[in-house]
């Protein structure tokens, strides 16, 4: 799949978990990278999320999660793209995600997880290389 014109990220703040600054920050520094960013506020299912990608037509969703509710999320947001023949949107997350848990959720499909200590422009620069136009 190549993407034409912006990169279109849904950032999202699944479940229970009522702090979003880092999902805000990640967000402006997409949009200030030139992508068009959608976000869609605190306390979102699965469900909600994925309904927006898909409207959207999202090229990938951000989870930010710091509930340590990850791996159930994760997965239901993975299960339902599957469900709705949209697998060709990535997945990518941070939060507070202990390195055990990484692998498996890698396995599951996510394609990325920045843990704390991860920069804008290291996210940036991931997004543009397994999202961005293929090259011809």
Known sequence: MGVSGPIRVVVAKPGLDGHDRGAKV???ALRDAGMEVIYTGLHQTPEQIVDTAIQEDADAIGLSILSGAHNTLFAKVLELLREREAED????GGGIIPDGDIDALKEQGVAAIFT??????????WIRAHVGPVAA
């Open 89 to 92: 949107i990535k997945v990518f």
């Open 116 to 125: 704390p200590g991860a920069t804008t422009t290291e996210i940036v620069e």
């Open 26 to 28: 990640i967000a402006r």
